[in-house]
Structure formats: structure tokens, C-alpha cells
């Protein structure tokens, strides 16, 4: 491996941006991120503490369109559910990915009830948490009625605002959710929509958003950052901040909250006597302007200063 240049593909996708922890919600072989995190917790190459879900499952006949023509095992039976989920957490992941509703060319096909449930439990037995990519209102459901605790992306596909009794069911199935509003502007983008800012399918999201923000729902942040291929945060910051959520807010689906949900609130998340030094310096107030989340000057881990911007 190449340590110089693992470094700097590092900093540019991750530290640079300021995040000392990150969660990696979808591998087509669990090898690669665990080699990784290895190299970096032996001191090998610079980056951020890597949490993984390993390989996620799908529905039966409902690989994803956009990855094509790659193919994710799917949740045919409870033995290869069973199987599937040992051997990933047998392998070091720390969490389980789903999709309760996969796009593919023919529709959205979503996961069986009783197979989230029984993935759900098996995960929660092994005190590992479930990520579900939803795609649509009913994805969502199909999660939160059946475990899932993290619900990754909004979901303006079905162009459907989440009802007030849909995230009361949220709320109290203690789901959190992690917006990627920047995902939706990067799919507007690449299919050629200039005014892509005032589409309904950003307004959906936003409001969807909005909405859970408001009832007090749990946010983490992520930008889907390895699927798109442009690792500033900026966008996200100003998106997330055009749905009503303050810098303040913000600060928290960056620290505070993860750190919870994640089961570190005694060890990270706050700058706190006692606790880990992670620690990001930031070149602007974000109080002024939201984006000054993605000026990083120093971003540290355990004290150990990983990103230091060039001069």
C-alpha cells in the first residue's frame, strides 16, 4: 500500500471534513474496510476510528438498480439470513444493513416483515445495531415496525411528506434517521436538472426532514459519501440548514448524537474532563454560516492530531 497516498485519499474523503469516527453502511466484501481499520489502528496510515455494517442484504429480487451489474446477497430464507449475519459479525462488523425497499428496474420490493424481525432481533442479540435503506414511505414502516434502529436517507422517491402519525411510530420505535439530503441533489444533478434547488423532490426531502426534526426525532449526519463521489459536506450543511435546523442543532447530529446512539456518550461526543480528546478546529463560527462545518483546520482523535490543513 502506498501510505502516502492512502493518507491523502483519507484526508480528502474524511478527516479533512472532521470526522474522527465513521460508520461504513455497505461493503461488497467485508475484508476491504477491516483491512483498512487494521492498518489504521496499528498506526500503519492516518485516518478516523471505521465502524461497518459489512455486506448488506436485500430482498429477494431486489438488488438495487444502481448497482448493477454487482449483486448483494439477498434475504432469501431464515438459514442464509441466520448464516449471512454470523458471518459478518463473526468477521468484526458492528451493525447490520438492510434494504426494506429496494429500487429496481420493475418497482420498489421491500423486505418481509418476518425477515427484518428475525434480523433485527438476531443483530440486537449480538448488541449490534440495524441500518435500513428505505426508498420509499412503506421502506420506512417496514423498518420501524420490525426493529431497525437507524433509517438511512429520507425518502422523496414516492414524492409522500411523512405524516404526523407516521413519525409518532418513528418516535417511539426510538428510529434515527440520517437525511444524505446532498444524495438527492447529486441524483438531480447527474440527471441534468439545472433548477435542481427548487424541485419537489429536494422540497420533500427537506420537509420530510423538517417534520421529524420537529417532533424531537434522533439525526445523525451522512452524506452517502462513497457512493457519490464529491466528499464535501458543505451542501449538506446549507440543505440541512434549509430545513429548518439550527448550526446549533447541527453541532449535535455531528457529536452528541451519534455518540448516544452509538453506545460512546462516556467516551466521545463532548469535550468533557475524562472523555477521549476528538477534537475538530474550524476556521469559521458555523453560528455565522453552517458551512464553516466543512472548514476544518485540526481534526484529532484521542489527541492524536489526523488532519491538519495545509497552510
Known sequence: MDVNRFDRQMSDMITSHGFAHVFDIA???????????????????????IYTTGVPLVP????????EPLKLPAATDSQTVVTHIRQQIDSGADGIKIWTGSPTQHGVVHMADNMVRMITNIAH?????????PSDSKGVMVAVDNGVDIVAHTTPD??????????????????AVIPTLKLWKD????????????DKFIFTAEQQLHDFDKAGGTILFGTDVGYITDYATGDEFALLAASGLTWSRILGILTTAPAERF?????????????????????GDPAADVQAFDKVELTILHGKV???RSQ
Open 263 to 283: 453506545g460512546l456518550k462516556k467516551r466521545t461526543g463532548q469535550i468533557v474532563v475524562g472523555l477521549d480528546a476528538d477534537i475538530v478546529l474550524l476556521q
Open 125 to 133: 442479540s449480538q448488541g449490534k445495531p440495524v441500518f435500513a435503506h
Open 60 to 67: 429477494p429480487n431486489g438488488n438495487p438498480v444502481y448497482l
Open 187 to 198: 441524483v438531480l444533478i447527474q440527471a441534468g436538472d439545472t433548477a435542481w434547488s427548487h
Open 158 to 175: 414516492d414524492r409522500l411528506l411523512w405524516s404526523a402519525d407516521m413519525i409518532g411510530k418513528m418516535l417511539r420505535a426510538h428510529v
Open 27 to 49: 461493503e461488497l466484501h467485508i475484508s476491504n474496510v477491516l483491512r483498512i481499520r487494521n492498518r489504521i489502528k496499528h498506526g500503519d496510515v492516518h485516518g478516523p476510528i
Open 306 to 308: 489526523i488532519y491538519k
